[in-house]
């Protein structure tokens, strides 16, 4: 074979081998690349929580700096699909007003849009309450329209046989949530006698790092409220106490893997909320770390 044959044959070949490798790597970074804009559907990567039958999103209260529609695109940038609204923060996108039962269906309808658009959906609302039973009324009504399936809320104990009712009326959850000690409901103890014979829809709602600021054993809360858990804000805390703040989950002292075991030896059916109090400015970045570290120990723990 002469010299400019094989030249040609070397760089033929060493083109098509090119051609091969940039193909390779262009799928590679197609497969790896997360849900960053509106519309773009459900990110590749993995969600083990799923087949639990867990909804990991986020409490927007995590990004309370910015209006509902931006804590939407910082939801959607830590690959999760889940919010959970907060009353009176600015709705924003073009939208007027705040999230309240008050909307009008004409925004209610644009927020329900801009969650459509950003592949986000809504599960809960919270922590809220109300005064009367004509306010309760309006709150359940404004879940119902939004598809909300969880009320967050401390509730007056007085009101705990309304709310029994209209749980079971709207088919919505009312999840009792503890803040930390001195609040009404920071014992779960408290939280069983509340709901003692009430309807099964009146519940709680396990925020694991507030039980460790005051004090108490996260995992043994959780047992003792086996079968009542509705929905969880989850948290870890670089110190037990009321001086710890959030730290990525796993990293901190709320003992992450034996809360994720438990929920699982209880087959918990729920939302679970990231809750990230902390670098309130830039806590987009903690928030995704989290849910890695999440996935990753779903998938380890038995």
């Not at 986020?58 to 699909?81: E, G, M, P, V, W």
Request: aromatic share 8%; hydrophobic share 35%.
């Amino acid at each position: 074979m002469n010299i400019i044959k094989q030249t040609t044959i070397l760089t033929k070949s060493a083109s098509f081998t090119a051609k091969i490798f940039s193909g390779l790597c262009l799928l590679f970074l197609l497969s790896n690349c997360k849900s960053m804009n509106s519309g773009s559907g459900t990110s590749v990567a993995k969600t083990p929580e799923t087949k639990l039958g867990w909804k990991l999103g986020s409490q927007a209260y995590t990004f309370r700096l910015y209006s509902f529609a931006q804590a939407i695109s910082k939801i959607d940038s830590c690959n999760l699909r889940y919010v959970e609204a907060f009353p009176g923060q600015q709705i924003g996108g073009g939208i007027e007003g705040t999230m309240t039962p008050d909307m009008d269906v004409a925004k209610r309808k644009a927020v329900l849009e801009m969650l459509k658009a950003k592949n986000v959906k809504i599960v809960a609302f919270g922590v809220t309450g109300a005064n009367s039973e004509a306010g309760w009324n309006k709150l359940f009504e404004f879940c119902k329209f939004m598809g909300i399936q969880t009320i967050t809320s401390e509730p007056s104990e007085k009101d705990i046989p309304l709310l029994s009712k209209l749980a079971d009326q709207y088919e919505i959850n009312i999840a009792i949530h503890n803040h930390p000690d001195p609040s009404h409901y920071w014992n779960p103890d408290v939280v069983l006698n509340a709901i003692k014979g009430q309807s099964k829809r009146i519940g709680a709602c396990a925020d694991i790092g507030h039980w460790s600021r005051s004090g108490l054993n996260p995992v043994e809360c959780l047992k003792k409220l086996d079968g009542h858990i509705l929905h969880s804000h989850m948290k870890d805390l670089h110190v037990k106490g009321k001086g710890g703040h959030d730290v990525h989950w796993g990293e901190g002292v709320c003992d992450i893997p034996g809360v994720i075991a438990e929920l699982k030896r209880q087959n918990f059916k729920g939302a679970i909320s990231a809750e990230y109090e902390y670098n309130w400015q830039t806590n987009s970045k903690d928030v995704a770390q989290s849910v890695v570290n999440f996935r990753e120990m779903v998938s380890k723990t038995k």
